[in-house]
């Protein structure tokens, strides 16, 4: 018998026990060979792997299996350190894990090799001990990135007009060439899936609607905003990643749902951890302590920035963007993305909370320490998502993750994802 991951089944392969979805119901019974219907249709039931009778399987299979399973060890003690914070044994995390373990021992194999962080961290100013700011006065002052560009502003005061149009809007960005080359590669992308292109922001407009555009206008003018963060605490490369593909996961698990206007979603994953930035470029030795702390005590990052720094990255991104005037569901969703609670579970805390969870997954990107974050389970349980949903989802997102992260970044060196 072998356990074989659902993306190497293949044809004519036979089932060594009952095949099963993540919530215990009936597939395929044992001994019934694979047929090409079959496996079309298992990724949407969510199913992961299956135990395949090793008679069906070629000598040359079963000698490629052998070699991979030290890297599949491998790679479940490497893993057992990230997940530690979860219970392997609930779902959907145990479905998280085992996808997981799959993706990343495909990656060893490529030559990927997995490392944690020391505990040590280089810190700035190390010359004299810093007092601490004041939430008040970490969002206070002319620092650039507490200001957004004038052409999102004058977006923005144009919505807020009664007697504004979609022309106006329309006009206003495509004053700015690189929002609008960037913007109409967003919109063409994998991330909508128009029939046809589009080949204006006029035309845009009126496909998606001023608030729409106008709020992917936001997504991508303030990733160009933050440049002085210390390259020794934060790789920007992999903020991005992974804020890239947060917002994807709640653009899908959004859409799945029944959501309108999915942009929001990803531009709330998008700028889930803006916060994180805000503290960086203001305060970076005090955020260096605490950043030591997370990783002598083995503790997810709000949770050091709590004890030591008396607030957190989602706090700061909260008043953030209630300074930039952002709409109250991507307040929810940057706000209580730790903890949706405080958003009293609303769906969009919710959707970016979990998106969150499933992006430390899926993604090589380490955010400053080891640990994914702990998934809260009420907020799993408000959504009503079954774990059949899960191996679809990851699948949309690879899908998509690779061109739109181009759209972020087309200005730089093509970015290589293996995912």
């Known amino acids: 018998m072998a356990l074989i991951y659902v993306d190497d089944l293949i044809v004519g392969m036979v089932l060594a026990s009952d095949l099963l979805t993540p919530s215990g119901r009936f597939v395929l019974a044992a001994g019934a060979s694979l047929h090409e219907d079959h496996l079309k249709i298992l990724k949407s039931w969510g199913v992961v792997e299956a135990d395949i009778d090793t008679a069906s399987l070629g000598e040359e299979y079963n000698q490629n299996q052998e070699l991979s399973s030290e890297m599949v060890e491998q790679v479940r003690e490497y893993l057992q350190r990230r997940f530690i914070l979860n219970d392997l044994d609930q779902e959907p995390i145990a479905t998280l894990h085992r996808h997981a373990v799959h993706r990343f021992s495909l990656s060893l194999q490529q030559g990927w090799s997995p490392e944690f962080f020391s505990e040590t961290v280089m810190l700035a100013n190390k010359e004299a001990e810093v007092p601490l700011l004041s939430v008040p006065l970490i969002l206070k002052g002319t620092v650039d990135i507490v200001s957004l560009p004038q052409v999102y502003l004058h977006i923005v005061e144009l919505l807020e007009h009664p007697n504004s149009s979609s022309y106006q809007i329309a006009k206003v960005i495509s004053k700015d060439a690189s929002l609008t080359v960037r913007l109409l590669r967003l919109v063409n992308s994998p991330l909508y899936g128009f029939s046809s292109k589009i080949d204006s922001i006029s035309r845009a407009v009126s496909l998606m609607g001023t608030n729409e555009i106008s709020t ?196 730089q060196n093509p970015v290589d994802d293996a995912e």
Request: proline share 4%; aromatic share 10%; net charge negative.
């Open 216 to 411: 992917l206008a936001l997504g991508i003018t303030v990733i160009q905003q933050f440049q002085n963060i210390p390259s020794d605490l934060l790789d920007m490369d992999s903020f991005w990643r992974h804020s890239i593909r947060c917002g994807l996961f709640a653009k899908v698990l959004a859409s799945h749902l029944g959501e309108k206007s999915a942009e929001k979603y990803f531009i709330g994953g998008l700028l889930h951890d803006i916060g994180r930035l805000v503290m960086l470029e203001r305060m970076p030795y005090q955020y260096s302590r605490a950043i030591v702390k997370a990783r002598q005590d083995h503790l997810p990052m709000y949770r050091a920035e709590q004890d030591y720094l008396k607030t957190d990255h989602s706090i700061i991104g909260k008043l953030l963007a209630e300074k930039w005037r952002l709409s109250p569901a991507l307040i929810r969703m940057i706000g209580s993305h730790h903890s949706p609670r405080l958003a009293r579970y609303s769906i969009e805390a919710c959707i970016v909370h979990a998106a969150d969870i499933f992006a430390h997954t899926c993604g090589h990107e380490i955010m400053l320490v080891d640990e994914i974050p702990e998934l809260q389970v009420q907020a799993w349980k408000e959504l009503g998502l079954s774990e059949e949903f899960i191996a679809p989802t990851i699948q949309q997102v690879d899908a998509e993750f690779r061109e739109v992260i181009q759209v972020f970044f087309s200005e």
